[in-house]
């Protein structure tokens, strides 16, 4: 279309009233169906130049951003958008000629809480900024739909951790009514139960009651809401912490311990305590695959808009079917171990928006990957005041 142009104006000089008309005719249908187009796209576009002056605005963007004016075409962007937060955030970013991806807002429009997204791109035309595309999305679906998954996946760990709990219960239980019959036999017999006999059926049933008590103390801590507390922090005085706490045992044991943490690792939202305990399950596993000692490199760095923490043992490893199970409730290669520490790992990472990945070699030794999303600088209430239709 450019060249077309390009050479119509080349050509103007030479050309009669009849192909003139033409020509503006075709200029005026091939404007048409570009808005047409920007029309038909479900997201907001705006469009600012170089005076952060709005040149263009689709439909799209009208159901989710209100103005103060009918028409804010040729006004400058931020003093005609009607909500103060949005337009104070465009106002930062513009003037700052920064460029911003998936900026989030939550706003109450009539009740109806809707989450919109704001990306924030220079426009560049032959290889100079002509101005910024401001993208609006409404991704309160994409947030329902996440949360909905969210849920779905808890209630699937629930019942899988349900089923552990059914199959770890039945055998003390078992033990316990055998143990009862073998008394009520007894009994039924002519010849009275001794002291000595009751006495040591009573304390196999004592045990296994024990054993009952603690496998319930074990699964409500694994299925108990957690009420985790979110507070900016640097993971590396987590783990630094952390490491101080076993370090003396981890030397004992013949472990040497390295330390490769990004001093400028940007601050994650998460609660010290369970983040601890995640860390501290992780920690005690390499140990425990480590019995003639080992190697354990703590790593933290960022990339990709995350914070990764590895944590990287130099043991056993783990075989590959075993892989897909170690996050299962009750799973345990261990003669003493309750198989709930990855379980609960599992859940306080996820508990952390992160996400947990590992990598493991037999006889080589494993890593365990954690991602945690670094937190997007805006993320308010907002209350909207205008009342565009929805
Ligand atoms: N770093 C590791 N190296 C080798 N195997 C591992 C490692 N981490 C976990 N595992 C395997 O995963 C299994 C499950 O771990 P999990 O922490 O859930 O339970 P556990 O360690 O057996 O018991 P508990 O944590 O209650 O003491 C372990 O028994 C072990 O086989
Ligand atoms: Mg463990």
Redesign the pocket.
């Known amino acids: 279309m450019r060249n077309f142009i390009q050479k119509a104006l080349n050509k103007l000089p030479k050309l009669d009233k009849e192909q003139i008309r033409n020509l503006l005719f075709d200029l005026a249908s091939e404007n048409e169906l570009l808005e047409v187009v920007l029309d038909s796209i479900p997201d907001g576009i705006l469009v600012v130049d170089l005076d952060n002056r709005l040149i263009t605005l689709n439909r799209s963007v009208e159901k989710m951003i209100c103005f103060k004016v009918p028409d804010p075409s040729d006004q400058i962007i931020w003093e005609v958008v009607e909500d103060d937060e949005i337009a104070e955030f465009i106002k930062k970013v513009l003037k700052k000629g920064d460029r911003v991806t998936e900026e989030e807002f939550t706003l109450s429009f009539s009740g109806i809480m809707k989450t919109i997204c704001l990306d924030i791109l220079p426009l560049v035309k032959d290889g100079s900024i002509q101005g910024n595309v401001i993208l609006v999305s409404d991704i309160t679906e994409k947030k329902r739909k996440e949360a909905r998954l969210r849920r779905a996946e808890s209630l699937a760990s629930l019942t899988t951790l349900a089923a552990g709990v059914a199959h770890e219960i039945k055998n003390p239980l078992g033990s316990i009514g055998i143990h009862i019959q073998l008394m009520q036999k007894a009994l039924k017999r002519d010849k009275a139960l001794t002291q000595e006999t009751a006495g040591n059926f009573l304390a196999i049933i004592n045990e296994e009651v024990e054993r009952l008590n603690e496998i319930i103390v074990?699964f409500l801590f694994a299925v108990r809401p957690m009420n985790t507390s979110l507070t900016l922090t640097r993971i590396n005085s987590v783990v630094t912490d952390l490491i101080e706490f076993v370090k003396h045992e981890l030397e004992q044991n013949g472990i040497v311990i390295h330390m490769d943490l990004d001093p400028n690792i940007p601050k994650i939202y998460m609660d010290e305590k369970y983040m601890k305990q995640a860390l501290l399950?992780?920690i005690?596993?390499?140990e425990?695959?480590?019995p003639e000692g080992g190697e354990l490199t703590v790593q933290t760095f960022e990339g990709d808009g995350m914070v990764h923490l590895h944590?990287k043992?130099t043991?056993?490893?783990?075989s590959e079917d075993?892989m897909a199970?170690?996050?299962?409730?009750?799973?345990?290669?261990?003669d003493?171990?309750?198989?709930?520490?990855?379980?609960?790992?599992y859940k306080i990472i996820k508990e952390h928006d992160g996400e947990i990945f590992?990598d493991?070699k037999e006889g080589e030794?494993?890593v365990?990957m954690l991602t945690f999303p670094i937190p997007q600088k805006v993320k308010r209430l907002l209350d909207w005041r205008g009342g565009n239709e929805v």
């Not at 199970?325 to 261990?334: A, D, M, N, V």
């Open positions: 074990d399950n992780i005690k596993n390499a425990a695959a480590m944590i043992d043991g056993t490893g783990i075993n199970k170690i996050f299962e409730p009750y799973f345990t290669t261990k003493f171990g309750s198989g709930l520490g990855l379980t609960v790992v590992l493991s030794g494993t365990f």
